[in-house]
């Protein structure tokens, strides 16, 4: 693990991989021992302005928004493709990058990466076909591609997330550039390579690397631009919904998170102690739909929190590369002194330590931190209300069905929730009134492509996923004729 290199990143625009007009470039680190790993160029406005307008006469050629769907299909099923055949590489690449075990990056993110590309291009098939008699007239719509759409992603899940995005905005006809995060942006660049291999014509997707205040910026600002999708930290989701006004410009905005993981008395105990290590410790905690305030039912409370801190001490924090990892490293130096900054904030406000709430001993060169449990949490502490993005849980014990719920609902956010009970009216009632985007019962972050997936209050606006990222990423127009 010690001193790998990795190719250095370059911008990807109209089919090429050429520096920043600048030539600057900035530096992207292991996390796992904070050495550099790759140089990657270091874009400004002008790169963005650049690639708006390759993106903006991409669109306007129609070499793309008017190819047929079958066809933008076969395109983008063979990206999927070599996704695949490049699993490993890519997994790679992406476990160096973010820290995060190489088991995730080789059995969720990367193929779940090959999923988004092949889904959505199929369900572009079949999408948004309306027709409507009314007496003599005949009503029907065309969902037109929108045009040069911005896409911004945080550096958690950075390829799967990537093309949860792309897929669906490439599927429905649009010209793309998109934006990694700095932390995280070789995986991303990577797409290119396999876009230009699979036929994807030139300035159809461009991806570029460099500062959210600069090249974000104008990436949301840019005349051209007809839609943007954002995925990252809510205060920066308010800048870009601000600065998206300016050009009146539709946002789908996923942000942060603060989940109620909520365990009922009634309920397989067991199950709950592994669906909520999963749910909190999963990426490092590094994930926006954690379920990082877990409420156990009094009745239960003393027993499932022996079960859950003696699963925790089971984890292993470890190499990335390691196979048998559990959890890696932050994602960065600054990260992880953010996290550490909450644990301390924690104890100040009177909260218990059950677990962790320090640095891995003897793996001080990378960013390893403990699973750590808080226990004697209230709901008002700020370990509880603000979202830390990391491995810190805060557990708060419940008397009742409406204490849960109104527990779960005292918080900005509105993302995920989950529910663990065996009782099946209860799941449901509520799973009902959590206010939340996305509720799970007796299960966690499982995912179905169909589905609406974003989050309500400061966790987002709008949503993606099946027919609604179709919704997103075109234009309707009905037309109307009398027959
Ligand atoms: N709701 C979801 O689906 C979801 C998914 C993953 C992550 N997240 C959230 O993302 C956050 C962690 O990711 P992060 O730290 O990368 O978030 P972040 O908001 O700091 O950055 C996300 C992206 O936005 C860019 N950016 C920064 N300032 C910008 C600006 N002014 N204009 C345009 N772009 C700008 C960054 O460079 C990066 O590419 C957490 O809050 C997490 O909950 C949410
Ligand atoms: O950290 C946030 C997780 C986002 C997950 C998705 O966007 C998805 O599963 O489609």
Partial sequence: MSGTTLKDAKLFINGEYVDALSG???????PATNEKLASVANAS???????????????ESGVWSKMSVDDRAKILCKMSDLVMERVEEL?????????????????????RAAQNLRFFAEMAKYVNHEHYDKGNYMSYAKYAPAGVTSLIIPWNLPFMQMTWKASAALAAGNTVIVKPASYTPLSAVMLGEIANEAGLPPGVLNIITGPGSTVGTAMTTHPNVRRISFVGETTTGKTIMKNAASQLIPVSLELGGKSANIVFEDADLDEAVSGSIEAIFRNQGEICLAG??????????????????????KIKVGDPLDPATDMGALVSASHLATVDEYVQIGLAEGAKL???????AGMDKGNFYEPTVFYEVDNSMRIAQEEIFGPVLVVIPFKTEEDAIRIANDSIYGLAGVVWTNDLRRAHRVAAQVDAGLLWINCWYVRDLRTPFGGSKASGIGREGGRHSFEFYTEAKTITMKC
């Fill in 24 to 30: 600057e470039t900035f530096d992207t680190i292991n």
């Fill in 45 to 59: 406005e002008q790169d963005v302005q650049k690639t708006a307008e390759v993106a903006q006469k991409t669109f």
């Fill in 91 to 111: 997994a790679m690449v992406e476990t160096l990058d973010v820290g995060k075990p190489i088991k995730e990056s080789l059995g969720f993110d990367i193929p």
């Fill in 292 to 313: 990082s305030r877990l409420l156990v039912q009094e009745s239960v409370y003393e027993a499932f929190l022996d079960k859950f801190t003696a699963a925790v001490q």
């Fill in 354 to 360: 059950a677990a962790g709430g320090k640095r891995v």
